[in-house]
């Protein structure tokens, strides 16, 4: 299965220090900053995940993934957006078959959406039951899409992709290569009704997470050295990321040229959210600045483009250890749940663990809770 990032080093593995933030594009009102009170497991979801994931009722859909992006869709359903994607069934031991590529009945998609409604789930992808495909399809077999954040405009649904790319045989010979946006019509979501170009120039994936405020959609991204990872900082005035981009400078004023793009800080995952919570701008992300780190982490702002201040601990993974590892946390506010509903994931650097036992490669959930 020569495209399954199975591990994906560069999602865990960094040892980084911190920038200073740019100063914010204009004054922001006083606020009080959110302080962490505790996170615990969201039971609900991380229930429903795992009796979906099990349940073989139908075996073109889910049973384990990764990305774990969500938005609320009009009619009031969540889209659950996934990565990596595992469909098929699921052993009486907990075992999964291998892929088909591989003689057995797993099928591997590398994007896929769930739907979930009233609290159940199901899975969209495209092709046939028989032969699935992903909802995003790939060019080519050298190529295929990761999925981003979303956003909802004129009543579609945004998805950000980043674009991948194999360059050699060897395991890790592949690399980013550009960023998209995918529109999709909320009553057919297995394809796209349009694809468009998003900035790409400048080595930032423009997909980490996004937020609306202000009249403006802010898009965050990823400048992924490996070690270090950097915080970048676009926007777009409205609802669709197809107006016109403005990245934020060094000085904390905003550019039309992806070029000025700042490092706004460093100790950010690929994926991460900001979200706002009370007065203030509440970061959540995997701790990048510590090698493999089991520990979710928060900063504060009184701006949507910082500076983000304060780290506090929000949680450590207890699955994190020998072959396991946990990457990619970010936030859900359009969730319900008993706090802010954060989602992790779960993964391993051994291959053959991903079959042996079909829990490792599903996202977990909590409840972070503040005052």
């Given amino acids: 299965m020569t ?7 560069p999602l865990a593995i960094a040892l980084l220090g911190f920038t200073a933030a740019p100063p914010p594009p204009a004054a922001a009102a006083a606020c009080t900053p959110a302080v962490v009170t505790g996170a615990t497991t969201d039971a ?16 073109d859909d889910w049973t384990g993934a990764d990305g ?17 994607t595992f469909l098929g069934q699921v052993n009486p031991d907990g075992s999964r078959p291998p892929v ?39 060019r080519d077999a050298n190529h295929w899409f990761w999925a981003g954040d979303a956003t909802l405009a004129g009543g579609l649904v945004e998805v950000t992709y980043q674009e991948y790319e194999r360059f050699g045989t060897g395991a890790w010979d592949w690399r980013w290569h550009r960023n998209v946006v995918a529109r999709f019509a909320p009553g057919r979501l297995e394809r796209p009704i349009s694809v468009h170009d998003l900035p790409s120039g400048h080595g930032v994936s423009w997909a980490s997470a996004t937020l609306k405020d202000g009249g403006y959609t802010y898009v965050y991204g990823v400048e992924d050295l490996g070690s270090p990872k950097y915080m970048h900082l676009a926007r777009v005035k409205g609802q669709s990321l197809l107006g016109t981009w403005e990245f934020l400078k060094a000085d904390g004023t905003w550019s039309a040229d992806e070029g000025d793009s700042a490092r706004i800080m460093s100790g950010v995952a690929n994926e991460y959210s900001v979200t706002r919570v ?6 959540i992300t995997h701790d990048t600045s510590e090698a493999l780190s089991p520990n ?15 780290k506090q601990h929000v949680y450590t993974t207890p ?14 506010p359009d969730v319900a749940g008993t706090g802010l509903v954060v989602s992790y994931n779960v993964n391993s650097f051994v291959n053959t663990d991903h079959y042996r036992d079909v829990t490792i490669y599903r996202p977990r959930f909590l409840d972070v809770t503040f005052r």
């Fill in 3 to 9: 495209r399954f990032r199975f591990a994906l080093a």
């Fill in 44 to 59: 609900r979801l991380t229930g429903l995940f795992t009796a979906y994931g099990n349940d073989n009722s139908r075996l």
């Fill in 68 to 84: 774990t992006y969500s938005l609320r869709l009009p009619s009031g359903k969540e889209l659950w957006i996934f990565s990596d």
């Fill in 100 to 138: 088909v590529e591989e003689g057995g009945t797993t099928v591997f998609l590398n994007n896929s959406f769930a739907v979930e409604r009233d609290g159940r789930l199901s899975t969209v992808h495209d092709g046939t039951a028989a032969k699935p495909a992903a909802v995003m399809p790939p």
């Fill in 278 to 283: 009370g007065s203030s701008y509440v970061l």
């Fill in 296 to 310: 979710i982490v928060a900063y504060t702002s009184c701006s949507p483009a910082g500076p983000f201040t304060g």
């Fill in 319 to 332: 699955e994190t250890g020998g072959n396991i590892f946990t990457y990619n946390a970010h936030a859900h």
